[in-house]
């Protein structure tokens, strides 16, 4: 049996690979689905004014907000899985769960964006593919915003102008 791991964001684009796996059950239904959603840590000086209680609720209501449409999807077409929640580092928790789990590949989707973008930004993607020698299957989703196209790497153009204009001055 095939297991594959999902993480879902909540974001429009994590339906994309969805929709993929769900292409693959139809062609194969020896298939174990895992849907995944990790949530961020509250700062420690946040964490200190609210209970335990309230922090694992938070969390737990935010996970499921997140896995909704997913887990929609899949009950639609009457596909099995398990929906799982971390708190944490989110590709450290993905590449984690993904082996405690003993899956055979992720299957992620991201947003179509520009090479610059990609190397400035903090990409979840990026980090997955690092940590884990697992197959991780990206699936295009959405194109990127157009601030994501072009304010990024202008402002990204700007930074490197301004820096090579101060190291010429000196």
């Known amino acids: 049996m095939l297991r594959i791991l999902i993480p879902v964001d909540g974001s429009r684009n994590c339906q994309f690979a969805a929709k993929h796996v769900i292409k693959e059950f139809m062609n194969n239904t020896a298939?174990?689905?895992?849907?995944?959603?990790?949530q961020p840590p509250f700062s420690s000086y946040i964490a200190r004014f609210v209970s335990r209680k309230s922090l694992r609720d938070y969390h737990r209501d935010a996970a499921e907000k997140a896995?909704?449409?997913?887990?929609?999807?899949?009950?639609?077409?009457?596909?099995?899985?398990?929906a799982h929640a971390e708190v944490g580092e989110r590709a450290k928790a993905i590449t984690d769960t993904a082996r405690?789990?003993?899956?055979?590949h992720i299957v992620m989707s991201t947003a179509r964006k520009n090479s610059l973008?990609?190397?400035?930004?903090?990409?979840?993607?990026?980090?997955?593919?690092?940590l884990t020698s697992m197959p991780v299957a990206i699936i295009a989703g959405e194109e990127a915003s157009k601030w994501e196209r072009y304010g990024i790497p202008a402002g990204v153009g700007?930074?490197?102008?301004?820096?090579?204009?101060?190291?010429?001055?000196n």
């Not at 973008?117 to 690092?130: A, F, G, P, Q, Y």
């Open 31 to 38: 298939m174990e689905i895992h849907l995944l959603n990790v």
């Open 67 to 82: 896995l909704g449409p997913v887990k929609q999807m899949l009950d639609g077409f009457s596909i099995p899985y398990s």
């Open 100 to 104: 405690r789990l003993r899956c055979d």
């Open 117 to 130: 973008t990609r190397l400035v930004e903090n990409s979840v993607t990026n980090k997955v593919i690092e």
């Open 158 to 169: 700007v930074g490197v102008a301004l820096a090579l204009l101060l190291a010429a001055a």
